[in-house]
């Protein structure tokens, strides 16, 4: 009988971080308290404690699940499965609280005292990894590294989002991304690869 | 006798406003007050009132107060200009404490409950600009809009220096600055305009 009742604790421990993200991405990291997560998750305080220590693990719970939700439904490799990967992303931010949280606990984090650089880290290995494979595949252009590329991809999405929320403009997400692409791919691709690259922003739905 | 009045005015109001960016800098916004911004200016706090009606007026004009501290000091034009502008800043962001309060305060604003988006418009408003003259100058590629690189490069900057912020490699700035160039040019510029721009970090200096 050991299986259904861990079942259980991992469905509770996710129902309270999905109610904390709900909580943080409408009230902000100050304006959500355990009792509001606890209230929200429909579970006992000692339930919210049990499984996170404080709000700021909570926080930093949000902020690490960001890769989780990208998960394109189209199947891609290389550097189609990178242009995938920030479509999701884009269109999840407009859809999906946890991830709409996560990004925003990141970028405010250092306001709130909470230092977590794993998120940037977690999204740049799996750029890295994607655009590896693009290169064994002969889809990169002479030169480009990897590396460089997933750093800025990674600093790009996310002033690109930043940017779009602040001038409230975050519906405009899918198509700024786009526009990155079309704007990048001449760079770092090769003319045939680049041509082959489908932008439609539907693959991200 | 009203010129040198007016002149200590203005000297008074631009003391205030570096001593609030560091104290933002160093301190955030909550952690600085006004109290602690009077001390830092070596001014009374009637004064600091009576230029700036509350803090939050203070954090907006800190943030406004960006695309002042940039002005390069090599003549150039096109996209050598906004190549340049981009160097400048990211050199700035390393030892002016104006700029860095500037930019934190625009990252960090909708946590202190702070709207306001001009910075943004404003840095996108130069960038159009020089890439306007760019395309006048025949350096721009077929099809690029100055608009739309103008949107790009202001979120990817502002991404680039958050995501070198919290991993603690600001020193990295510059030379992340480059690497957007060399990543963009491609895209963005015909193939004879590429080849011609300088990227050493130094002409940021």
Partial sequence: MVEPKQERAVKTRDDILRAAALAFDELGYRGASMREIMRRAGVTLGAVYFHFENKEALARAVIRAQPEVMVPRVHSQGLQRLVDLSLVWAHQLNVNPLLRAGVRLAVEQRSHGI???????????????????????????????????????????????????????????????????????????????AAAIDLDPGRGQ
Same sequence: chains 1, 2.
Wanted: a negative charge; charged letters at 20%; hydrophobic letters at 45%.
């Fill in 115 to 193: 230092e977590d650089d794993t998120s940037f880290y977690e999204w740049e290995k799996i750029f890295q990894g994607w655009l590896e494979v693009a290169r064994e595949q002969g889809e990169l252009a002479p030169g480009v590294e990897p590396e460089v590329v997933a750093e800025f991809v990674v600093g790009a999405m996310t002033g690109t989002q930043q940017h779009a929320h602040l001038t409230g403009t975050t519906a405009s997400l899918p198509q700024r991304i786009v526009h990155m692409w079309q704007l990048l791919l001449p760079g770092i691709a090769c003319a045939q690869a």
